[in-house]
């Protein structure tokens, strides 16, 4: 299986209700806006760091975890994407689709890079535990 630099397994075997429910859990008590969803054997988790100037200069960003459960272990994609309104209730297509994972300007990609690396560490721990 091929990945992309943005891309990573972790070797579980953890139900992936499981995962996202505890790292959706971790995401806000760390003082993010999360909204999850989980069909099958994908899931989406979009996440956005509080704050009011981040609300004014990037209302509609989110950092979205793209997880799928493969023989493996869980495929984890990341990327910023744009914030979904009622992730909840937008239809499986929403959660395969690329459009979600867009580019955005360095400096966010810098601060991304290093947000992302914590929290893809903290997601490995919670599928290992």
Known sequence: MQLTSKEKIINSNKDLN?????FSQYL???GWKVQNRVEGNVA???AQEGGILRDIIAAD????????KVPEGIKVHVGIG???QNLAVTAIEAIVLSWLFL???????V????VE??????LEEIANT
Do not use: C, G, N, Y
Request: aromatic letters at 8%; charged letters at 25%; zero cysteines.
């Open 44 to 46: 989406i988790i979009q």
């Open 61 to 68: 960003r989110a950092l979205t975890f793209r997880l799928e």
């Open 111 to 114: 601060w991304t890079e290093h």
């Open 117 to 122: 690396s914590k929290l893809v560490k903290k």
């Open 28 to 30: 806000q008590q760390s």
């Open 18 to 22: 499981t995962i996202v429910v505890q």
């Open 82 to 84: 744009k914030w979904i």
């Open 103 to 109: 580019a955005v300007d360095v400096p966010e990609m």
